[in-house]
Structure formats: structure tokens, C-alpha cells
């Protein structure tokens, strides 16, 4: 078989495996396959779909108030079975199944675990972010091949936001424990709960975006809160509740770390590495709608959304992943979630490298702390 034929019959392989994965993705999808296209998927990833819930159940400590919601549940898991199926055909390098939210609809999902002020890429920018300027060009021709913050103790424990759409508060706490670690050597679990009852910054280009606890946010206005109050106290000082009290409780007195200045990356791969490397873990935004049922390996899905929806923490990168698809290893990557230890790979996400795969590289702030006196 010629090279043309080839790549004819990997074209129709591949256009097979889109129109399987028209779905309720939403518009995601539907922007490569039209709705009325899609193929039922194989009646396969229902088989022992009862199996599956009750160790579901059994896994994750769940428990319905009624045997109607118990029912209806178990309608919303069996669509999740299939949902997973399509995202493994569209994403086959990563692993796709159950996890801890496969009873969720995709709507009650992103209502209560996500929580980034949805945007498009394009509008996220230097003016868009009050005091930040952009980054300046840092020498790439060094870095190292692979990369890991998590290695040189500058990443807490993987936290979790609860049913809270608090996620840009953990990206930004993460992002100043990082900073704080490169600039005074002490690691600091820094409290979320604080920016979620305390920072109401508005975004300059859009005023009723603004920081709204567990009704969503964005990092760099939480910058722009944590310049103004003078930072953030510790965990164990202001510790997470997962909800929005309405009082504010923050003691300027038990300030731990504290933010001198932060930065917008450009849309380049390299110099984000540059960033992440010489500055610490970055806060970033990213698409979630392949995180749902995401158990690991590297995700590199043919499409994703080009909106930003969840605030996640970059801390390194890697160039091992192997994807048997493409019969190669990938570039990805390390991103450090907040739903706790028991999703992805042990609560952190591996996302391929090299073309802004769910517009990973679209949002990226960088933050400086303040050095011990």
C-alpha cells in the first residue's frame, strides 16, 4: 500500500471515530461532527453497567436519599458509561471511565466543580489583568528535558474544592505557594478560603466578572487582591470550608506569603517552560470537558473546547508519555488538580504538549513573592 492510500485510510479511520463521538459534548463536538451523524456507540460499554455502579457506590462512600434517586443515578452513571467510550474513541492516548463524578450530569458537573469565569482565549491579555505586565523572554535554549516542581518541594498536597466552583482559588494559592518556596525556601499550605470570602476583584475589562467564592473567579485578579490586602495567611490559620460564609476573616497580622508582582505568559509553549522553570508552578486555565471521565495517562484529544472553564496549577512537564496510537512518545504537561487524590492520577493531569491542546497554554500567569526579610 502506497503512502497516499495510507493516509487516506488513516483520514477515514479517524473521521469513523469523530462521528462515533457526536454526543452531548456540547459544541465542542459538534463543531467537527454534526449532531445528526453520530452513531449510537456499541451497546458494549453498558454491558454489566449495574456491576459497575455498585462498585461505583462502594468506591466512593455514595448513598441516595431515595430509591428514586438512587434510580436516577444509575440513568445518569449508564450515560456517563457511554460518554467515557466516546471520549476514549476522541482521546485514545489517556484512559477514560469511572471516577469519582460519573453520577453527575455534564451540567451538574461543571456547576459545582468547576468555577474559571468563562472565556475565550483571545480574551485573556496583559489589559485584561489590571497590574500584571507581560512576561519578559527568558533564554530557552537550556532547560532541561523534563521538569517536575513536585521533585524540589515547592508543590502542597493535592487539595479538594468540595462542591464549590473555587478552582481559580486553589490555582492561585498554588501558584504563591510556589512562588514563595523559590523566594524564601519554606513550603507554606496557603489558605483558599481566604480568597473565596474575601477577594471580590472584577476583572478591568469586564466588570461583573468578578472573584465570587464558589460562584467562580479568575487568578489574576486574585492577584490583585492578595497586592492589595498584602497576601495570604496559612491554611491551618484560615482553613477551607468549601463555602461561601459571607464574612471575611482574614488577619493581616498572620499574613504568610505575600505577592510583589505577577505576569502574563505569551502563547509559547517554550517560554512557558522558561516561566514554570525559573519561577515556580504556574496558574493556568484550561477546558475541562475531557476531565470528567479522565483516569489517567496523557491526554491528547483530536478536539477540545476553545473555552476556558477551570483554574488548574502547572508544575511541570515531561517527554515520556507514550501514546500507543501515535506508536511514539508524547511531550506533556504535569498539572496539579483540586478534586482530591482519588481522580486522575492520583489527583494531578497529563496533558500533551505542542499545540495548546484545551487551551493549556491560553491563560498563564506567573507570580513573584516577596523575599524574607
Known amino acids: 500500500m502506497d503512502r497516499l492510500s495510507l493516509l487516506l485510510s488513516s483520514i ?7 462521528q462515533q463521538c457526536a454526543a452531548e459534548e456540547g459544541p465542542v463536538i459538534r463543531e467537527v461532527v454534526s449532531e445528526s ?34 434510580s436516577y443515578r444509575f440513568s445518569v452513571f449508564s450515560d456517563n458509561l457511554r460518554r467515557a ?8 492516548s489517556a484512559l477514560h471511565g469511572v471516577t469519582p463524578f460519573s453520577d453527575l450530569t455534564q451540567e451538574e458537573f461543571e456547576k459545582g466543580y468547576l ?15 489590571g497590574n500584571a505586565h507581560e512576561a519578559p523572554i527568558l533564554p530557552t535554549i537550556d532547560l532541561p528535558e523534563e521538569f517536575d516542581w513536585r ?16 478552582c481559580w482559588s486553589f490555582s492561585a494559592a498554588g501558584a504563591l505557594e510556589g512562588a514563595n518556596f523559590v523566594a ?38 486574585a492577584f490583585e487582591y492578595l497586592i492589595k490586602a498584602g497576601g495570604l495567611q496559612r491554611e491551618i490559620d484560615y482553613p477551607y470550608t468549601g463555602t461561601d ?5 482574614f488577619d493581616k497580622s498572620k499574613i504568610a506569603a505575600a505577592v510583589s508582582n505577577f505576569s502574563v505568559v505569551s502563547v509559547d509553549e517554550e517560554q512557558i517552560a522558561a516561566n514554570l522553570v525559573k519561577h515556580g508552578p504556574l496558574a493556568v486555565g484550561i477546558n475541562a470537558i475531557f476531565m470528567q ?22 508544575v511541570g512537564y515531561g517527554s515520556a508519555g507514550y501514546s500507543p496510537i501515535r506508536l511514539k512518545e508524547k511531550p506533556f504537561w504535569i498539572v496539579k488538580n483540586s478534586w482530591g487524590e482519588s481522580w486522575g492520577e492520583k489527583g494531578y493531569y497529563r496533558i500533551c504538549r505542542g499545540r495548546n491542546v484545551c487551551g493549556i497554554d491560553s491563560m498563564v500567569s506567573t507570580v513573584s513573592a516577596i523575599h524574607s526579610h
Not at 85 to 92: I, K, S, Y
Request: glycine share 12%; proline share 6%.
Open 184 to 221: 524564601t525556601g519554606n513550603l507554606e499550605s496557603l489558605s483558599e478560603q481566604q480568597l473565596v470570602d474575601c477577594d471580590h476583584e472584577c476583572d478591568p475589562t469586564e466588570p461583573r466578572a468578578c472573584d465570587s467564592g464558589c460562584n467562580g473567579g479568575l487568578m489574576t485578579t
Open 12 to 18: 477515514l479511520v479517524c473521521f469513523f471515530c469523530l
Open 293 to 314: 471521565t479522565y483516569i489517567g495517562g496523557v491526554s491528547c484529544p483530536y478536539v477540545c473546547g476553545k473555552h476556558l472553564d477551570h483554574g488548574v496549577l502547572l
Open 115 to 129: 468555577g474559571l469565569h468563562r472565556r475565550r482565549p483571545a480574551l485573556f491579555s496583559v489589559a485584561a489583568s
Open 37 to 70: 451523524g453520530g452513531a449510537p456507540v456499541a451497546d458494549e460499554a453498558l454491558l454489566n453497567a449495574e456491576g459497575h455502579f455498585a462498585a461505583f457506590l462502594k468506591t466512593y462512600a455514595k448513598a441516595y436519599a431515595t430509591p428514586e434517586e438512587h
Open 85 to 92: 467510550r466516546r471520549h476514549q474513541l476522541l482521546d485514545p
Open 245 to 249: 460564609r459571607g464574612t471575611c476573616k
Open 151 to 166: 521533585q524540589r518541594g515547592a508543590v502542597t498536597p493535592v487539595k479538594n474544592q468540595g462542591i464549590c466552583g473555587s
